[in-house]
């Protein structure tokens, strides 16, 4: 194993090599890039191009890259998305990147990251994040990784959703991309010097939400040995029957014809929803037969160990700024957070109840710890941000955790808390121009820390020392399945979750510590006793509100989806636009301390 090597005899083949990296891949010769002592492998195709007659179909695998030569040294296009301003976005965007310690020899074999980014299942890619400063301090530690990060296809035409898509079985095509890409690694990361044996995947909201779906399907246990999810589960509120997202699949599917791009802008413009276009249900032979809830409470998901944690403010980042009066929230809570099987009397006394457990008192409400303070905001804000966070992830990190332990499952749970940590990307909902301190601790924040950039935000050297302890805590965890290996910075002990220990780790500069899981209990119990309401049904409603809809019409009133292929391809089988990514590129913006 690696650790048989010495560290400094390791830090002088990562200092030494400077040549252009190569490595044999099927028939090919694949050049890389190296900078800061890695080496870097770029836009590897790890399916076919889904366009053509490939498009709204499950990924095909990559037999092989069908050149001799092949220049891996930058990162390939995003998926198609809107909302996102300068870079290139393609259809054919199914490949990924691998950072690695340059000089590795052949013989040794590493422990493996593998990412899976966030978005809303509408947004962002894997080139927007730059792994420089966890793979240098997995070097510097003395337990090496290598990071792979991956694309896969996005709304409509990743998570296409209506009865036409459910009848094609053309549904739930990101998270299906996503078992490749994890197949991908199994096939092929030996090349790259890493172990397939000793795969974590982890994510971040929608990417952590994809990872806690495939948790329950079984066969993820024979692509990872670990997992990390970071502010997402598989029982978020989003997850809902395919024939929910008609409408929005409508108003997609009649843009077309305009433009690919646009019509994707359109169908989100015209939505109730946050988020159109998730995963949903399909099926006894899917990757998602039924309501998360209802899975984990049977206990068939993944036996496979994880971590999982949130932010203390996650609602902030979803709350719109104009939310000023309890009549707008409980109709938000009808449209995003409710099924549309419950009685019309059973919804109104279950968001009633919900209302009322989270008082119009500023001060209970989120960003927490802030007082009465508005931030002007509303106070009804504050109260919306606080029940968004919960209903969304905090009660599903919970639940989550909750149900793992009772079969055994060995977990690790976090609260993110440190002071002033910004989101690394404004909110796509929420106030992007809101006051100073108005987000709280709130979605996304985290990642400012675990890749790094705490000094590119300006953030005091106490954030920099929390950051390094949390890339501790996560390569430990990666290398040797236990975020407490000693190695590394100094840092708390984090506890296991367990039925007679339900605490978390207090993530945060100022005295981390352990601390009991227990805040805001009522509430958060109310909405987990409460699945049958807000959008965690069981398998029998599903089935029965699926019944009662009419099957399609020919045409089903707007094109089909082979109908959206034949106009694509008279365009000319895919569509290029340029975009921009979230934060930082291959080598973009500067990592703390590394």
Known sequence: MFRKVSLTSLLFLVIQATATPIVQLG??????????GLEFYGGIPYAEPPIGSLRFKRPVPRGNLGTPTFDASKPGPIC????????????DCLTLNIYKPAGIPENVTLPVMAWIHGGGWMLGGSASYNATAIVKQSITRGTPIIYVSFNYRLGPLGFPNG????????????????????QWIQDNIAVFNGDKSKVTVFGESAGSMSIGILYLNSNLRNLVRAAIFESGSAGGPDTFVASRGQSDWDNFVHAVPDVLLQAVETSWAKSDKGYPFVPVIDGPNGLLPDLPSALMEKGKFARVPFISGANLDEGTYFTRANINSSAMIKSFLFSNYTTPTASAKTLKEAVQKLVQLYPDVPSFGSP???????????????????????????????????????????????????????????????????AQG???????????????????FGRPASAIALATQMIDYWVSFTTSLDPN???GSNRPTWSQYTSGNQAVLELTSVNMSMIADDYRTQQIDFINSNAAVFARISKEITTKVDAKIDPL???????????????????????????????GGLTGGKTDGV
């Not at 028939?27 to 800061?36: E, I, K, M, N, R």
Request: charged letters at 15%; aromatic letters at 8%; proline letters at 4%.
């Open 485 to 487: 290996d000693g190695l």
């Open 80 to 91: 198609l998305q809107a909302r996102i301003q300068t870079n290139s976005s393609a259809e």
């Open 553 to 583: 019409p020919a045409n089903g009133g707007a094109q089909g989806l082979e109908e959206i292929v034949k106009v694509l391809d008279g365009e000319g089988g895919g569509l290029r636009e340029t975009l921009s990514g979230l934060t």
């Open 438 to 456: 108005a987000l709280g601790v709130t979605h996304t924040s985290e990642l400012i820390y675990l890749y790094g950039l705490n000094a590119a």
């Open 368 to 434: 927490f710890n802030t007082g009465n303070e508005t931030f002007g905001q509303s106070t009804e804000w504050k109260r919306y941000a606080a029940i968004v966070g919960d209903l969304w992830i905090h009660s599903q990190r919970r639940a989550w955790m909750q149900a793992a332990t009772r079969f055994g499952v060995k977990t690790f749970g976090y609260l993110f808390t440190d002071p002033g940590a910004p989101p690394i990307a404004p909110p796509t909902i929420g106030p992007a121009t809101a």
């Open 163 to 182: 009865r036409e898509a459910q009848s094609a079985s053309a549904l739930n095509l990101g998270l299906r991309d996503q078992l490749l890409a994890l």
């Open 27 to 36: 028939g090919s010769t694949v050049t890389g890039s190296t900078f800061d």
